[in-house]
């Protein structure tokens, strides 16, 4: 059976990868995402996943290794992860009344011949007009801080939304309908 590996710190796409039942390692890998920021917006990334699992795949000697970025853009700026509660106000103030778009880059290197697929996940997002209290409590959550655009579509975040269009699962990190394409064409399958 392939051995499987996720490059990624992130406790969400940990639990999307348990939630279709896939058999995986997590293994982190650090990149310095500072090199990327002069990229086009829409190429990050996946520039960024393919980053991630390559740097794994590297450390390891077989098996398939699985990375992934989001990225929340409104207009033509990224929303990175806040640095601040601050900041992350300033994000939610940003997002509030407006529509902004959440791509999910996806990378999966194939360790002993470094094939590498990429693609990515592009969903729109409407939020609602905010109150400043709402502001203020949500950021209180502690919610905010390690996620792009200050927000999680699947914890209170979600009192936010009024619509999305594209997939959910790539707001939350990982376009899974996406992903499962990528893996099966390395012989890896969910449903047989
Ligand atoms: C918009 C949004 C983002 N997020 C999260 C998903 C990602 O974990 C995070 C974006 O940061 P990323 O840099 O994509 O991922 P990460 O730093 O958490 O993990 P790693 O680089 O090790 O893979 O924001 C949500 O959980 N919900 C949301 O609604």
Redesign the pocket.
Known sequence: MTKLYL???????KELLNQIGLDFKVK??N?D?NRFYQLPLERR?VE?AKD?AYTLACELTDGLVI??????IFGNKPL??PRTETEAKEMLSTLSGNRHR?I?GVAVVNVSDRITLTDRGITD?WFRKLKSFEIDGYVATGESM????A?????Y?SLFVDKIHGCYYN???LPLSVLIKMLEAFGVQVLK
Request: hydrophobic share 30%.
């Open positions: 490059a990624s710190s992130s406790p969400r796409r982190p890998s990149i995402e990334p960024l991630k990375g992934a970025d989001t990225t929340v990175d992860k959440v999910t997002v390690d996620k792009a655009g927000y999680g579509i699947q914890g975040g707001v939350v990190g």
